[in-house]
């Protein structure tokens, strides 16, 4: 079945410092790419979508210089959140669509703590 | 915004027994995504439903769209601990499944 590989799965940083975190998409082309949170014992919540070659369109509230969202193929998106400081630690969670079938698959999400 | 609510919140069922999770929209669903989560892990999917009425199964799950396709239900039968987890739904609010929209999960508990 369709694989959406999310790496990495866990990252500790400095505050201040940026991190970067992938999602690939491994056996389909995901023209559309989703970025979510996820906060201990919450839904998720979408952050941004991501279409290929164009930019990231976010949800309100989120900071798009902090966050900041690249799609540059159709099997590749990434978020990197920038100076990143202890309230941005959580689960981060990315979901990508085939386009053939308009399902919706999701990686396996990446923990970040910044200490 | 478009609103889900899930019911149950939790739930914990007996090894064997049937158990139905519900998914109620306050707006038309165009697509709606049933997904499995363990904790601090990645959603499984399970199912998507597009037309009023339809049902799809998998293994020991069926989820069913109402005619309305305003609510959803997920049913399992004769439950197993594998089955524990979370249970999401996901509404797509265009037609086109340009983002999806999360309820608040149900957790279900299965005890031996």
């Known amino acids: 079945g369709a694989v959406v590989s999310q790496h990495p799965s866990r990252v500790i940083c400095k505050s201040g410092t940026s991190v970067k975190i992938e999602c690939r998409s491994l056996?389909?082309?995901?023209?559309?790419m989703f970025w979510y949170r996820q906060f201990p014992k919450k839904s998720l919540m979408l952050m941004a979508t991501?279409?290929?070659?164009?930019?990231?369109?976010?949800e309100q509230g989120v900071e798009k210089d902090k966050f900041l969202i690249n799609h540059a193929s159709l099997t590749l998106s990434t978020l990197t959140v920038t100076s990143a400081h202890p309230e941005d630690s959580s689960f981060y969670i990315c979901?990508?669509?085939?386009?053939?079938?308009?399902?919706?698959?999701f990686g396996e999400g990446s923990w970040l703590t910044v200490v | 915004s478009q609103e889900l609510e899930q019911s149950p919140q939790s739930l914990i069922v007996q090894e064997g027994k049937n158990l139905t999770i519900n998914c109620t929209s306050s707006k038309t669903l165009y697509g709606l995504y049933w997904y499995k989560q363990k904790y601090g892990e990645g959603l499984i999917f399970l199912m998507m439903?597009?037309?009023?009425?339809e049902e799809k199964s998998h293994e020991k799950i069926t989820a069913k769209l109402d005619e309305k396709k305003q609510q959803s239900s997920l049913h399992i039968t004769a439950s197993q601990p594998s089955h524990a987890g979370i249970y999401l739904c996901?509404?797509?609010?265009?037609?086109?499944?340009?983002?999806?929209?999360f309820g608040t999960g149900t957790r279900l508990q299965v005890t031996l």
């Open positions: 439903l597009q037309k009023g009425g």
């Open positions: 996901g509404a797509d609010k265009t037609g086109t499944a340009s983002k999806l929209t």
């Open positions: 991501s279409n290929e070659g164009s930019k990231a369109t976010y």
């Open positions: 056996d389909f082309q995901a023209t559309t």
């Open positions: 979901s990508a669509r085939d386009g053939t079938t308009n399902t919706i698959y």
